[in-house]
């Protein structure tokens, strides 16, 4: 079957670094997507990676291994906004995207 | 980005009604739309696919009498709750894609209460 593991929950302090990691093991890879979803709100795209190393974009980034089926996203300079959940998502074979659960971060002041 | 605009936000309505939210792609033509059900502290489930001028695809458990699916346009799909009860109460989103683009846009979701 196919399966994403993370996190269930995560805490931090204001101003740190965090690192969310993601293993996925789906029929096929088309990309991987990094997710933000503030309680009671739809998710809004962070990143996508569908091609080995590291994507930049601001304080956060996101890394991607194919052959270890390994993601994460690193977010820096955190701030209390920060505090959602973190959604990782592979886009299969058939161009289907399979969730993981998400994770909870939880930024401390 | 591109956008993708849910309505409504927020609706309850009572047991045995039924609802109709929509979405719509605002700036670009969306060949395929998703619908998610989301319930608390739970992942996306996806509950179907919904393809511009054909019948939607369901995820398996998801009785497609229940849960209409309508996408007469390219920018525009419609869900359907029929004769609701309150175990759909539930955050449904939708979302579109560019078809050469890679992202997936979602709409702001719509919180079901039914009482």
């Known amino acids: 079957g196919q399966n994403i593991d993370q996190p269930t929950e995560m805490t931090a302090t204001e101003g740190a670094i965090v690192q969310i990691n993601c293993t996925y093991q789906t029929s096929g890879f088309n990309g991987l997507f990094w997710y933000q979803q503030h309680a009671g709100e739809a998710p809004t795209f962070l990143s996508y990676?569908?091609l080995d190393g590291l994507e930049e974009k601001g304080r956060f980034s996101s890394f991607l291994s194919r052959s270890k089926g390994y993601s994460y996203l690193l977010l820096k300079e955190l701030q209390m906004k920060d505090s959602a959940s973190y959604l990782c998502a592979v886009r299969d074979s058939n161009y289907q995207l399979i969730w993981g659960a998400g994770t909870k971060l939880i930024i401390k002041p | 980005g591109a956008v993708v605009s849910q309505h409504p936000s927020r609706v309850i309505c009572k047991s045995g009604t039924s609802v109709k939210i929509e979405c719509r792609s605002l700036d670009f033509q969306a060949t395929t739309m998703f619908w998610y059900r989301q319930f608390p502290k739970q992942s996306l489930m996806l509950m179907a696919t919904?393809?511009?001028?054909?019948?939607?695809?369901?995820e398996q458990g998801v009785e497609k009498d229940k849960f209409l699916i309508n996408h007469a346009s390219l920018t525009l799909s419609t869900l359907t709750v029929t004769s609701a009860h309150p175990e759909d109460s539930s955050f449904y989103i939708c979302?579109?894609?560019?078809?050469?683009?890679?992202?997936?846009?979602f709409g702001q979701g719509t919180r079901l209460t039914v009482v």
């Open positions: 990676n569908v």
């Open positions: 979302s579109a894609g560019t078809g050469s683009g890679y992202e997936a846009f």
């Open positions: 919904s393809n511009e001028g054909s019948k939607a695809t369901y």
